[in-house]
């Protein structure tokens, strides 16, 4: 019975071709959730640090209503969200009315405009990063069915005549083996090489929208002047109460003399 199975895979190349078809289902997989969307995703990197050089032409008061304008049609819209909550926005009274002159940044982009919020969520990388290593596997495995096959045909009893028609088999499955495992490994290959690049290619993009979007609002110290004012009031509240209690010390002390002076007299 598992003769005529082995013999029945090896004749139809069953495993080769089970593993074949694996193999190319994730790489379609692959390719349709991860290259096509790190392509698009470069493409809106690309758009966005276009639209803010070209921001940079315009006046200052218009930098951050230009770019909130433009980022809320797209996948960045909850992070400039957040970054925008950030800006410090300088006001100017004209005419009776508070307008805006430039806004400056209190952080930098990078801590809303990140990594995983931006590139490896939407790509899934913590899986595909895995991918070559699950069709490697696969490969392996396949290269272990395909010795067993050849093997349950083998006829190792001693009669030369069997043992010359079994070694077909044997070989049949061997090569059935190394080719599963070749293409397998072949595709791992390829994947970990279009995996990286485009990886790489869009951290890439990410700094450049990054570096782009600090150059376009100043940074601010405004942080640090709020707690330099609190640490002043601060300090002037604990002089206040000192002198406040010397004060009240001093009263009690004469009024607690004249007290005693009456009661002597």
Same mark, same amino acid.
């Given at each position: 019975?598992?003769?005529?199975?082995?013999?029945?895979?090896?004749?139809?190349?069953?495993?080769?071709?089970?593993?074949?078809?694996?193999?190319?289902?994730?790489?379609?997989?692959?390719?349709?959730?991860?290259?096509?969307?790190?392509?698009?995703?470069?493409?809106?990197?690309?758009?966005?640090?276009?639209?803010?050089?070209?921001?940079? $032409?315009?006046?200052?008061?218009?930098?951050?209503?230009?770019?909130?304008?433009?980022?809320?049609?797209?996948?960045?819209?909850?992070?400039?969200?957040?970054?925008?909550?950030?800006?410090?926005?300088?006001?100017?009274?004209?005419?009776?009315?508070?307008?805006?002159?430039?806004?400056?940044?209190?952080?930098?982009?990078?801590?809303?405009?990140? $990594?995983?919020?931006?590139?490896?969520?939407?790509?899934?990388?913590?899986?595909?990063?895995?991918?070559?290593?699950?069709?490697?596997?696969?490969?392996?495995?396949?290269?272990?069915?395909?010795?067993?096959?050849?093997?349950?045909?083998?006829?190792?009893?001693?009669?030369?005549?069997?043992?010359?028609?079994?070694?077909?088999?044997?070989?049949?499955?061997?090569?059935?083996?190394?080719?599963?495992?070749?293409?397998?490994?072949?595709?791992?290959?390829?994947?970990?090489?279009?995996?990286?690049?485009?990886?790489?290619?869009?951290?890439?993009?990410?700094?450049?929208?990054?570096?782009?979007? !600090?150059?376009?609002?100043?940074?601010?110290?405004?942080?640090?002047?709020?707690?330099?004012?609190?640490?002043?009031?601060?300090?002037?509240?604990?002089?206040?109460?000192?002198?406040?209690?010397?004060?009240?010390?001093?009263?009690?002390?004469?009024?607690? $003399?004249?007290?005693? !002076?009456?009661?002597?007299?």
């Amino acid at each position: 019975m598992l003769i005529t199975i082995a013999q029945f895979l090896q004749t139809y190349w069953i495993i080769p071709v089970f593993i074949g078809g694996l193999v190319v289902w994730l790489s379609l997989k692959f390719r349709k959730e991860y290259l096509q969307p790190a392509k698009r995703l470069t493409d809106d990197f690309k758009m966005a640090i276009a639209k803010i050089n070209e921001v940079k $032409q315009q006046p200052a008061n218009r930098h951050k209503i230009e770019l909130e304008q433009y980022f809320i049609a797209t996948e960045f819209k909850h992070a400039w969200q957040m970054y925008q909550n950030t800006l410090h926005d300088k006001k100017d009274s004209v005419d009776g009315e508070d307008k805006l002159v430039f806004s400056r940044a209190t952080a930098s982009s990078e801590y809303f405009f990140n $990594q995983s919020l931006l590139v490896d969520t939407p790509l899934n990388v913590e899986f595909f990063k895995h991918l070559p290593s699950i069709i490697t596997g696969i490969g392996i495995i396949g290269t272990f069915i395909g010795l067993l096959v050849g093997l349950i045909q083998f006829d190792a009893s001693g009669d030369p005549a069997n043992v010359q028609s079994s070694l077909g088999g044997l070989l049949g499955g061997v090569t059935e083996a190394f080719i599963g495992s070749g293409v397998a490994i072949g595709a791992a290959m390829f994947i970990t090489w279009k995996e990286k690049s485009w990886l790489r290619t869009c951290y890439a993009n990410l700094e450049r929208l990054t570096t782009a979007i !600090d150059s376009l609002f100043d940074s601010d110290d405004v942080g640090e002047q709020y707690l330099d004012k609190i640490l002043q009031a601060s300090e002037q509240n604990a002089k206040q109460a000192k002198d406040l209690k010397d004060g009240l010390v001093g009263e009690l002390k004469v009024m607690l $003399q004249n007290l005693t !002076d009456a009661q002597q007299k």
